[in-house]
């Protein structure tokens, strides 16, 4: 006797009320559900507003604000363009960095 045919014989066994409930036929459904709320809740919505708040800090960069790249350079904003900055990292040495580069504001942090 095979699996399915196992099964089949033992739908056919059972009396009506012997049928599973509701939750007991989809107990695995609602449980996957109720992980994915709990895991949007707590991971994915978190993570999309600390996004937002990165985006909107790098719009709003101007001229003189101090700055970390992700490579770990540190400058000085010295011109702001759509989707660069130009860094001036030393006395008249300047780069041009992506804003979507930059990961910190150093301006309040004092140099010890």
Do not use: C, H
């Amino acid at each position: 006797m095979n699996l399915i045919t196992m099964f089949l014989l033992q739908a056919q066994a059972q009396t009506p009320a012997e049928q599973p409930t509701f939750f007991q036929q989809y107990s695995f459904l609602i449980l996957m559900i109720l992980i994915f709320v709990v895991m949007y809740f707590f991971m994915i919505r978190p993570q999309q507003k600390k996004q937002k708040e990165v985006v909107k800090w790098r719009e709003s960069l101007k001229k003189g604000d101090k700055i970390v790249t992700v490579g770990g350079i540190y400058g000085t904003v010295a011109e702001v363009k759509d989707t660069f900055l130009i860094v001036e990292i030393d006395n008249n040495v300047k780069i041009r960095v992506d804003k979507s580069s930059v990961v910190k504001d150093i301006t309040d942090v004092q140099n010890k």
